[in-house]
């Protein structure tokens, strides 16, 4: 998704994040099985002092007063999460009615409108009013993106208020001092204005020229391409002619890119951010990775929001490993896999001088995950939120599991974070607020809105993506393997003419019909129901071909004819609504 244009230059003072308390601490040497940029070492040892890696070891290092805690787990780097739009995520996930072939149409849904953005900007309010939820909205995503493993995170809001719960990589990141927080090397949009604005994107290349010439920046973030048609195309060829395609660019999205444009890409330096729920979910395709791949593109996996993408990182990796098994014949490692959310994304980002690696000197942004040894990067796949034992943030114990935390921490300081039937710890010293407090006040802000709060994490989160996200693919790849018709519950009715073709699930059906419409045109359909006495009782347009979507449950028992319009084509189905 894309939602705001801003530079991060902001100007502000007086502003101190709780992650600079991590010089203060006491040393931690950490026993575990520890991911190296290059190597695995089995039950060694990581050394933190003064907020960064000190060493890293197969023996006890000597380091006096150290607090050393073994944790049984694997020890990586903390995710490096480029693409996320951290203030959103309080808002539920949010099923679209189908899928869109560009962003600007999801984006003017009515339903969308209703459901995501209108409560979003009603929740924020005056940005710079004392009764916006800006800043709890933003403490809360982070929140979201903590739970699951993230350290550094792109993009935030930039308001004062921010607590800095993990590093916003465009704002306040704590790399260079935390009272000058103009000095982030990042620059990030959210998108490239529309064709029917020259002014503005003129005004664009401008920006992203001086950006590129200007050696303080290290990295121009571009949400590109984001659809499936030649608008979303349009939208790389327009960079690469004003000679955007560089070393300092990464692309967003580019889900219609081919092998030409990969290669352009991986020429000029360029990087992909890959976001393949999210792009699913909205378009129904993601990136061409085989074609990236070839090409040599570098990529890096993020989530976009929870909102139609992965809850989290490691909810996202899971969906990355499943496309690779499925779509891409296993060709990435879980290595390759691993280093796509921590090691790439912070070279992307120009912060692997700081942190992506457990590796001595760099800041000590270190995640640990509960797991099989003998397995850790396919471990670190499969680990849910459940698993995450610790989080450290500048050498700082920021959450984790109690039975850890206590190590570090009075109890008194710990606040339980419930997720599920899973509790957690968050240490109040660093956080310097309470997540119960925040949850207080928007629950009744965003039930207020007509909807409710997202929570931090769900056990099934991956299993609701899934169905959402084979829903999908079920209709644009056929070496997808999925549930067959004849093991859904339910009759199967087919009707088939021609080339459009439409199908109902179940049916007859006690709750609603996931129908299908396929065809080899890519002409927009439109759909009306009628009830037995003729009359139309919805109608919907605009709905994109060989797409799934589901309807009926506001409807009573009663017989009724699905007509589906495709130009001059027409098809008609019978469903019983129980
Ligand atoms: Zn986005």
Redesign the pocket.
Known sequence: ??KYFFIAIILLANYVSGLTQGSSQKPIVLRGTIILANKVTKHGYVAIVNGRIASVSEDLPNIPGAITVNTHGIILPGFVDV?N?VAWNVLPRWTPPHVYTYYTQWETDPEYLQKVKIPFVNLIGNINAPESHICDMITYGEMRALVGGTTSILATHPVPCMHGLVRNLDYNSGFYGTTELNLEHIINS?ALPQASQPLARLQFVGLAQFAIANPFYEALFI?LSEGTDAAALEEFTFMQSHGLINPKGAV?HGIPLGPSQFHAMAAGGTSLVWSPLSNIILHGQTANLHAALDAGVEIALAP??GITGSSNMLDELKVAALWNREQLGGRLTDRQLVDMVTSVPAHIAGVDDEVGAVSVGLRADILVINGDHNNPFRAVIDATAADVELVFIDGVPLYGDRIFMEGFWNRSELEEINLSGVTKTLATPAANFLVNDIESRLRPALEAEGTSLAPLTEPDDFDISMVGMRARMNIINRKIPTTTATNINGKVEKIKTGKLTVTALPNPSRKYFTVRIESSSAELLQVRVHDVLGRIVETRNGIVANTTFQFGSDLQPGIYVVEVLQGTKRQMLKLIRQ
């Open positions: 998704m894309r693409h739009h959210t949400h967003i976009d929001w």
